[in-house]
């Protein structure tokens, strides 16, 4: 008779003992420095070459001319970033795809005669005027989007036979004068040149953003936890967001010493925050990510190719218009030389500058704000020592080139630490 089986149940498993994960991921500070050094060291730089060489910009006028770093030259600085930073924010969304768009700079020219001709000349509302010149850069961004998916056409030639075509509409419009003056006293020029924040507001929303990183990072920290997976440092957190708002807080004392922060340069820094948001948080957005790192394979994820580039098309030369109106605000002027010169150079390399690929795939909203503020600072500085516009353009040429270097340093880097 064989024996009979045994029953004695198994004792059950002991529970994973994760603390050894735990230890690794501890919360201090060393955790959050070592883990931000494997970054670098994997060619993940972010924005910390323009981090640095604005400081290092920053130091070197403030030694040739200590006005660089008054109140007031800042503030005068913070108006000038808004209007070409936001047409940058527009090229951050096209660079996303591995493409561009030459024609920004024509496009506000455009929008800024518009203005000047319906508002001024035709005595149409403002408002009115305003959205003609947002439709109008929408229109010609859905054009770019339907050559460049119907047709084939490379976006750098329908850009460019765009910047030709935009410009001689811009001359048509303006007529034999070339130049409309808008109102002083209106509410857009005295918005492009006059109107700052209360000092309470700005010292109020410079609370911010540190208090959203602490409420993300300790979702994130809950999510993590629930999921039995190692958290980051909390220390880390708080400290990043400790150093953030001090930053911000003294920044905003110290504009306010002069004449305050300009609400242009608060819509600036909102339509960053939206487009960042709209970047990281929405399909959207990593529909973009995933069609600027691989357009095959993300047509074979299902993902609506032909439709994420007319929306980047269409946003770009939206935010071009809009960012030619406050052009015109700021000078209280639609002229033919609006959105000439080096406004697509200062756009384009503001964004590149800031650390978005030119190879796809790699930015943020961030980068344009970053990388427009590195450009003013330069042109600004290079205006209180009374040096040549040639110079600045060189200087500004030099940057965007090692700007780019660094770019392609990285992703080579990035390349042989995937396959190590």
């Known amino acids: 008779m064989s024996k009979p089986a045994n029953l004695t149940p198994a004792p059950a498993e002991a529970p994973l003992d994760r603390s050894d994960v735990r230890m690794r991921h501890d919360d201090s500070i060393g955790a959050m420095l070592r883990a931000s050094l494997d970054k670098v060291r994997s060619g993940d730089l972010g924005m910390l070459p323009v981090v640095v060489g604005l ?31 936001i047409i940058s924010l527009g090229i951050v969304c096209v660079l996303l795809l591995g493409e561009i768009d030459l024609s920004v700079g024509s496009m506000s020219g455009l929008a800024s005669a518009m203005v000047g001709v319906l508002w001024v000349n035709l005595g149409l509302a403002l408002p009115l005027a305003i959205f003609a010149g947002l439709a109008a850069g929408a229109c ?13 056409m490379p976006s750098f030639v329908a ?16 007529g034999p004068t070339g130049s409309i003056n808008l109102p002083f006293a209106s509410v857009l020029v005295r918005f492009g040149q006059i109107y700052v924040m209360p000092a309470w507001l700005s010292h109020l929303l410079a609370l911010v953003p540190g208090a959203v990183m602490v409420l993300r990072g300790l979702r994130t920290r809950a999510g993590r936890q629930a999921a039995g997976l190692s958290a980051p440092p909390l220390s880390a957190l708080i400290l990043k967001a400790g150093l953030l708002t001090l930053g911000l807080e003294f920044a905003v004392f110290y504009l306010n010493q ?18 960042d ?56 002027s639609s002229s033919q030389q609006a959105g000439t010169g080096d406004v697509n150079l200062n756009a384009i390399a503001a964004a590149v500058i800031g650390g978005t690929s030119l190879f796809g795939g790699r930015g943020s909203a961030y980068s ?3 990388g427009i503020i590195v450009i003013q600072a330069i042109s600004n ?39 190590a």
């Open 368 to 370: 344009a704000l970053l």
């Open 55 to 85: 400081i290092v910009i920053s130091v070197v006028f403030s030694l040739l001319n200590p006005v660089f770093l008054l109140p007031n030259n800042l503030v005068n600085l913070l108006f000038d970033c808004a209007t070409v930073g």
């Open 159 to 174: 850009t460019l036979a765009g910047l030709l075509a935009l410009l001689g509409l811009q001359l048509y419009i303006l």
């Open 277 to 332: 948001y709209a970047l990281t948080r929405t399909q959207w957005g990593r529909s973009m990510f995933a069609v600027g790192g691989n357009r095959e394979a993300a047509r074979r994820a299902g993902i609506n190719v032909r439709r994420i580039y007319m929306s980047a098309f269409m946003l770009c030369s939206t935010l071009a218009a809009l960012g030619g109106m406050l052009s015109a605000a700021r000078l209280a």
């Open 381 to 419: 500085g290079l205006t209180l020592l009374n040096l040549s516009s040639s110079l600045r353009y060189m200087i500004t040429g030099a940057v965007l080139a090692i700007a780019v270097i660094v770019d392609s340093l990285a992703r080579r880097s990035r390349v042989s630490h995937g396959r």
């Open 140 to 152: 010609v961004g859905a054009l770019y989007g339907v050559l460049y998916n119907r047709l084939g």
């Open 258 to 275: 002069g004449r305050g922060v300009p609400w242009m340069f608060g819509l600036l820094i909102a339509l960053v925050v939206v487009l």
